[in-house]
């Protein structure tokens, strides 16, 4: 499915990024192609998350170039705003906005920088809260929700400004266990519904069910890559293998 | 082990001075707080001497509202002048352009080695070179600029006190930095930094006193003119002192409450 959708909407070439001397990104490449499903795994200090934050720009890579949607994110003179508004991201620790109400969190960005009416974006918004389950509590600040519901308003603040992309960094690595079901499902969801995703996660029965492709990094590089069959079942890699070996 | 850690290591003793009267603490419910005693002492002691010592304290009390009012404006016009330089000061402070930060330092680094008095003196001097201001514009221009670098400092701290995760989610957004700030960052940076402004404010009407040498006739020049007049010099500094000591009981209980109801919320 990845290799007869035309032009990947991502195009990572050769990318290197360090941290001082760390290697973060070591000659990475990759293509994720519109609708595909992309699950990146790897143990932490891998660059999984670099790479992930590298897409949209939160981490600028040293060197390489990497393409979304058209915009050459690796050039400076492109104007990055651009790109995130077409590149959704949900992060680990949530980041909610405290200070704005639910349905606020997801009306903001819409109305400044989609130039959305409020009426038009508070419609968008309340689609989108039913959508991961929030048909309460829309009137009030995340500090009252718990950490899943927090979550969930975070994957539909980004989807309101109904990206091409959404970006995972581990969404599920802070919440207690039985909030983590919630969360998937959501994203599950998602899935179904053609979304191009790339999730950097630790969740391996979502990446078997949901991926049409995991790939695995380690110090930094992409060691292997491949359907989540050929990656549970028969991976190549010494290194995959003793990873799976010490998750599974 | 983190309990080992804990024994090893006891946190530092932070050693907080304020620069001005005891903020009350929620926790001293007690009767006789330094706060009560000390607002209802100067209150019982003004209306004492006010009453059984009409001649002079009740002249000079008469004598005094105008300075007060004065001492008002100058603190409330300064403090505003001095929150917006200390908006852009603390954002010049975090700013990666290398010389709007310059700039931004070397300003609070002057400003915070330069005594506030001598401040006054040079900037009321140095103005009257260029422009012809009333004495209390520009009285409240030097005290703002002073004031200017403490509360850039405070802005800073408070902005720098959100989570960088808030940054990042705005600006994945595809919020620019500036929206991203206006929005997101500085609504939630005033909330920290509103108790050490009030702080600064309480300061600022204490160190106001300065600008009576400069031709305002605020609450201490009031009293100067009064005494030199009747010459009862220790009479009319009794009453300023304890008019002062009122003002200031009352704003820094103010700011206590100010506190109290953000850290509920």
Redesign the interface.
Known sequence: MSTNAGNPIVQIRNVYKYFGTLKALDNVSMDVHDGEKVVIIGPSGSGKSTLLRSI?Q?EKIDYGSIVVDGYKVHDDNTDI??V??E???V?Q?F?????KTVLDNLN??QI???KRSKKEATEISMELLKKVGITDKIDQYPGKLSGGQQQRV?IA??LA?KPKIMLFDEPTSALDPEMIGEVLDVMRNLAREGMTMIVVSHEMGFAREVADRIIFMDYGAIIEEGTPEHFFQNPTKDRTKLFLNQIL | MAEIKETLNPKPAVIAVTDGPAIPHKKDVGLFTAWRVSFIGAIAIIAYLAIFNRDPYWEILQFLPDGILVTFQVTVEAIILALIIGLFTGLGRISKNRVINGIASLYVEVIRGIPLLVQLFYIYFALGRVVNLPAIASAVIAMAVCYGAYMGEIFRAGIESI?H??M?????????TG?AMR??IL??AF?TILPPVGNEFVALLKDSSLVSILAVSDLLRRGREFASETFTYFETYTMVALVYLVITLVLSKLVSIMEERISVD
């Open positions: 949209n939160l705003n651009k995130r508004e590149v959704g991201m992060f620790s980041n909610v906005f405290p200070h903001l960005a400044v920088v989609r975070a603040r980004a400004m | 989570p995760g808030q990042e989610a705005a600006r994945s957004l595809g919020m620019s929206q929005h997101v609504p939630q909330k």
